[in-house]
Protein backbone atom coordinates (compact mmCIF):
# COMPACT_ATOMS: atom_id res chain seq x y z
CA UNK A 1 0.00 0.00 0.00
CA UNK A 2 1.36 3.97 -1.08
CA UNK A 3 1.38 6.62 1.28
CA UNK A 4 -1.59 7.72 -0.28
CA UNK A 5 -4.01 5.11 1.02
CA UNK A 6 -3.13 5.62 4.60
CA UNK A 7 -3.35 9.47 3.99
CA UNK A 8 -6.79 8.64 1.95
CA UNK A 9 -8.22 6.19 5.13
CA UNK A 10 -7.00 8.72 7.58
CA UNK A 11 -8.69 12.07 5.82
CA UNK A 12 -11.84 9.57 5.28
CA UNK A 13 -11.70 9.24 8.93
CA UNK A 14 -11.55 12.98 9.78
CA UNK A 15 -14.12 13.27 7.38
CA UNK A 16 -16.82 11.01 8.35
CA UNK A 17 -16.07 12.40 12.18
CA UNK A 18 -16.60 15.73 11.00
CA UNK A 19 -20.13 14.83 9.31
CA UNK A 20 -21.60 11.85 10.96
CA UNK A 21 -21.51 14.04 14.48
CA UNK A 22 -24.57 12.96 15.15
CA UNK A 23 -24.17 9.90 17.45
CA UNK A 24 -21.55 9.47 19.93
CA UNK A 25 -20.99 5.58 18.59
CA UNK A 26 -20.27 7.01 15.09
CA UNK A 27 -17.82 9.48 16.43
CA UNK A 28 -16.45 6.82 18.01
CA UNK A 29 -15.79 4.32 15.33
CA UNK A 30 -14.37 7.40 12.94
CA UNK A 31 -11.69 7.62 15.78
CA UNK A 32 -11.01 4.09 16.52
CA UNK A 33 -10.73 3.94 12.24
CA UNK A 34 -8.05 6.82 11.91
CA UNK A 35 -6.34 4.85 14.84
CA UNK A 36 -6.24 1.63 12.99
CA UNK A 37 -5.05 3.29 9.73
CA UNK A 38 -2.26 5.05 10.93
CA UNK A 39 -1.38 1.44 13.09
CA UNK A 40 -1.19 -0.29 10.01
CA UNK A 41 1.22 2.57 8.44
CA UNK A 42 3.64 2.58 11.31
CA UNK A 43 3.87 -1.43 11.01
CA UNK A 44 4.45 -1.24 7.71
CA UNK A 45 7.06 1.91 8.31
CA UNK A 46 8.83 -0.13 10.56
CA UNK A 47 8.71 -3.28 8.59
CA UNK A 48 9.80 -1.24 5.44
CA UNK A 49 12.96 0.08 6.99
CA UNK A 50 13.80 -3.08 9.59
CA UNK A 51 14.83 -1.00 12.16
CA UNK A 52 13.99 -2.29 15.73
CA UNK A 53 14.34 1.30 17.01
CA UNK A 54 10.64 1.50 16.49
CA UNK A 55 9.38 -2.35 16.46
CA UNK A 56 7.86 -1.24 19.25
CA UNK A 57 5.90 1.72 18.41
CA UNK A 58 2.89 -0.06 16.61
CA UNK A 59 1.97 -1.86 20.04
CA UNK A 60 2.00 0.96 22.20
CA UNK A 61 -0.31 2.48 19.49
CA UNK A 62 -2.22 -0.42 19.32
CA UNK A 63 -2.65 -0.16 23.13
CA UNK A 64 -3.56 3.24 23.72
CA UNK A 65 -6.11 2.45 21.39
CA UNK A 66 -7.75 -0.55 23.00
CA UNK A 67 -7.29 2.09 26.09
CA UNK A 68 -9.44 4.56 24.34
CA UNK A 69 -11.34 2.68 23.12
CA UNK A 70 -12.71 1.18 25.99
CA UNK A 71 -12.89 4.85 27.74
CA UNK A 72 -15.08 6.18 24.96
CA UNK A 73 -17.36 2.71 25.31
CA UNK A 74 -17.54 3.53 28.96
CA UNK A 75 -18.14 7.31 28.66
CA UNK A 76 -21.24 5.98 26.10
CA UNK A 77 -23.11 4.06 28.35
CA UNK A 78 -22.85 6.37 31.19
CA UNK A 79 -24.44 8.84 28.73
CA UNK A 80 -26.84 6.38 27.51
CA UNK A 81 -27.91 5.55 31.00
CA UNK A 82 -28.19 9.35 32.18
CA UNK A 83 -29.53 11.22 29.32
CA UNK A 84 -31.48 8.44 27.67
CA UNK A 85 -29.63 8.75 24.28
CA UNK A 86 -26.36 8.73 22.55
CA UNK A 87 -27.10 12.13 20.12
CA UNK A 88 -24.68 14.81 20.93
CA UNK A 89 -27.14 17.01 20.31
CA UNK A 90 -29.25 15.88 23.55
CA UNK A 91 -26.33 16.52 25.50
CA UNK A 92 -25.58 20.07 27.70
CA UNK A 93 -22.43 21.43 29.04
CA UNK A 94 -23.87 24.65 30.55
CA UNK A 95 -25.97 21.73 32.48
CA UNK A 96 -25.01 20.28 35.22
Known sequence: MTPVHFSFSSILGLAGLTFHRTHLLSALLCLEGMMLSLFIALSLWSMQFSSTNFSALP?????FSACEASTGLALLVATARTHGTDRLQALNLLQC
Open 59 to 63: VFLLA
